[in-house]
DNA sequence: CCAGACGTTGTT
DNA sequence: GTCTGG
DNA sequence: CCAGACGTTGTT
DNA sequence: GTCTGG
């Protein structure tokens, strides 16, 4: 599963390595992204890369209370085509969500343990897949997002059976693109490769969402 | 037919 | 909106 | 994901 | 215990 994430990184770096049109909604470095919050992510616009941000936690277009977003922070990569929740936006708005490192709880309730996942290379990002939708509430259309989470790789294993599900750069167009078909979007819901990220114990600091501070990068 | 759910992880 | 349960 | 609230009437 | 808020 993918609770929590952070994007240290400044809008420069961010255009350039996802080749965005706009990056003027993009609020500066953040250590700790927790769900309810907005969050930047890619969309294609008329060919173009945007980046926009979305509540994190989907909230369908038919939902009757924004409530259900609260459960839908993440989506199984095993039945997202098929979930009234988020089938319509599997085939029709995909995103890519930022991140250069996310967090992973290990052990039970009662004595859980932070750790960081990040890439080895510091120049990289990891591609979340994320689902979007828009949902009409009076006047006001919120728009809201979720992170495709399926089975661990081998480096995540030890710490938690879930993590997010990235799309590597080979695949972005395919990604963003609303045309492409159910049968060529499976193939990407695998485990990310273990290699080229790496994973280390981090402090309770982080636990607290409104701990957005660099002392959550600090080792444990 | 209408009413009600629509979700995840982890633990039991 | 669309599916399941009654 | 974790942290923090979870309630009422009436008064300031 | 369960829901809401961040």
């Not at 089938?87 to 991140?99: E, M, S, T, V």
């Not at 089975?151 to 995540?156: G, K, S």
């Not at 695949?171 to 290699?195: R, S, V």
């Amino acid at each position: 599963m993918c609770g929590r994430y952070s994007l240290v990184c400044d809008a420069g770096h961010l255009q350039a390595y996802y080749d965005l049109a706009n990056t003027g909604v993009f609020a500066g470095p953040r250590f700790n992204i927790a769900p309810t919050q907005q969050v930047p992510a890619i969309v294609a616009v008329n060919g173009e890369r945007h980046l926009e941000l979305f509540h994190w936690g989907l909230i369908p277009s038919w939902a009757d209370d924004s409530k259900l977003g609260y459960s839908t922070i993440n989506a199984r990569a095993e039945t997202v085509g098929e979930k009234p929740a988020f089938r319509a936006a599997f085939r029709h708005r995909r995103c890519l969500i930022p991140a250069d490192g996310f967090y992973e709880w290990q052990g039970e309730k009662g004595h859980k343990h932070p750790w960081r996942i990040e890439p080895d290379n510091r120049d990289e990002f990891f591609s979340f897949a994320g689902l979007w939708a828009a949902w009409e509430s009076g006047a006001d259309v919120i728009r809201s997002c979720t992170i495709i989470a399926g089975p661990a790789n081998l480096l995540v294993q030890p710490i938690s059976d879930r993590m997010p599900v990235m799309v590597p750069r080979e695949a972005w167009a395919l990604w963003l693109d609303p045309d492409t078909g159910m049968e060529a979007l499976q193939p990407l819901l695998k485990p990310p490769p273990a290699e080229g990220m790496r994973a280390y114990r981090v402090g309770e600091h982080v636990n607290n969402p409104n701990h957005d501070d660099p002392a959550c990068l600090f080792p444990a």
